[in-house]
């Protein structure tokens, strides 16, 4: 199995995808801010899953790698709080993306809790 095949990976991508698009219509002022923020955190997600799953001969440094995937996908949540508040996305588009990233969150947490399941020594 390929890193690209983990259904973590492939909603992250698909987040991380939906939040650049949002952000294309951030203001100008927010680029060096929120909108580089929200883009960068979304795609460590998958970045971070992607080195975790090639470090899986030894469990602990998957989960180290998986701990940094889960905590990028909660900033990108707080990026998003920011967002909606600021009124640069819709209250309708924040509960979607907040929800997907919940799912993410307990994609990554499964892994995390189950390593063997994913090819790692004990």
Known sequence: MDYKELLAYQ?????AMEVFEL???FPNEEKYSLTDQIRRSSRSVCANIAESYRKRRYVNHFISKLTDSDAENSETSVWLDFAVECN??????????INKSTEIGRLINYMINNPTKFGCNQ
């Open 11 to 15: 909603k992250g991508f698909q987040l």
């Open 23 to 25: 952000s294309k219509s």
């Open 88 to 97: 640069y996305i819709s209250k309708e588009d924040y509960v979607n993306l």
